[in-house]
């Protein structure tokens, strides 16, 4: 079977999640295309969505919260159409892209974004793309615009808690797919904390927090370290930067010179997240969808910090309303969270029922098994 995926860079999780499916389609056989979109259709376009999107969630964040809001309300004047820019870049390269997905004969094609999801639905209703599909949303909510996908035979959502907001928006719900959102397989391998401990080369005995910022690692670490070292607990600190060089190297000067009360291990871009959150008692973490998805299958509480606006403040919503996750505020700092966390081992254990009952750490194998069964050409069967 041939299996096409369509991802868009504007972020990291777009394409993690493209990467999972498709890592899991070949291990069970299929052949598969993974395509960027607006690489294909004009290189300037995909480099100011990358850029823009940045840019915004990092520096405007209000006028981000701002257009998130009018989109999800299908506000007036401007914003009356769904984003009008997108859907002229979409109809200007819809030939051009038709050629490269027919070129290779997909049976089934996967979005994992929604600007995706709707170049593939103007191709369908111009007859230029037949191809079952399915849509990803990548966050704990119902993003914008994937309404007026019609033409999109099915769309995968976090949870069956997401479901009654999905008939509210107008999906039909022999559309819906509640896998939850594809993550890598590792996260649903088993390993004890002992053992990760053991891995990572870490006290074995000693609380552990570890803390993320995004595969940009855009979380304020340094303000973080300095309010944690007010909760008076002794424990190590494992900091993941991502992509920030700048900051992984100041968090390596920081651990240095440090002498408060926890232990502060930086760390780069890594690709053993998996084994950190065994090894971890908590995650301190934007909210990003795939973070989030990652912790639930590892059964990790979360304390959530900086959320983007828009979608990552809609999954605080998530958790935080199904008792899965606390915020950090101005009135309740990082230090404050943890203690809380520490010294509630009652709410502790009923956090981690919460999430396992929510999580589904199977989701890109239950996805994966679906398309090969259910999207399978009839020739095939």
Not at 11 to 31: E, N, S, Y
Not at 62 to 88: K, T
Not at 117 to 126: G, S
Not at 210 to 237: A, H, V, W
């Amino acid at each position: 079977m041939r299996v096409m995926i369509l991802s868009v860079t504007a972020g990291f999780g777009h394409h993690a999640t493209a990467k999972a499916v498709a890592d899991m389609l070949v291990q069970k056989g299929a052949q598969v295309e993974t395509v960027d979109v607006y690489a294909y259709i004009s290189k300037i376009v995909k480099e100011t969505i990358d850029k823009g999107y940045l840019f915004t969630s990092k520096h405007t964040q209000e006028l981000y919260r701002l257009v998130y809001l009018l989109a999800e309300n299908h506000g007036s004047g401007y914003f009356a159409n769904p984003i009008p820019i997108i859907n002229i870049i979409n109809a200007l390269g819809a030939s051009k892209f038709a050629r490269v997905v027919n070129d290779f004969e997909p049976d089934a094609i996967v979005c994992t974004h929604v600007f995706a999801a709707q170049l593939v639905n103007e191709l369908k209703r111009r007859s230029l793309l037949s191809a079952p599909t399915v849509g990803i949303i990548t966050d704990y909510t119902l993003h914008p615009y994937w309404e007026d996908v019609p033409r999109i035979e099915y769309i995968v959502t976090a949870s069956e808690l997401l479901t009654h907001r999905a008939v509210k928006k107008g999906i039909e719900p022999g559309r819906i797919l509640p896998f939850g959102i594809p993550i890598h397989p590792k996260f649903n391998r088993p390993l004890g904390q002992t053992e990760a401990r053991a891995a990572l080369e870490i006290d074995p005995d000693r609380p552990t927090i570890l803390m993320m910022g995004g595969s940009m690692g855009y979380s304020d670490n340094k303000k973080l370290i300095r309010e944690l070292d007010l909760c008076g607990i002794p424990f190590q600190l494992l900091v993941v930067c991502g992509n920030n060089k700048k900051q992984h190297h100041e968090m390596l000067r920081i651990a240095e010179k440090h002498d408060g009360p926890c232990t502060i291990l930086p760390y780069g871009f890594v690709n053993n997240v998996e084994v950190m959150m065994s090894a971890a008692d908590c995650i301190i973490t934007k909210p990003g969808g795939l973070t989030v998805s990652e912790a639930l299958a590892k059964n990790l509480p979360m304390i959530l910090v900086n959320p983007i606006p828009g979608h990552e403040e809609r999954n605080v919503e998530f958790l935080m309303n199904n008792g899965m996750a606390c915020l950090v505020t101005k009135t309740f700092p990082v230090d404050e969270a943890v203690y809380h966390l520490f010294k509630s081992p009652n709410r502790l254990r009923n956090v981690r029922e919460t999430m396992s009952a929510v999580a589904h750490p199977d989701a890109t194998e239950r996805l994966c098994d679906f398309i090969l069964t259910e999207l399978k050409p009839k020739t095939e069967a």
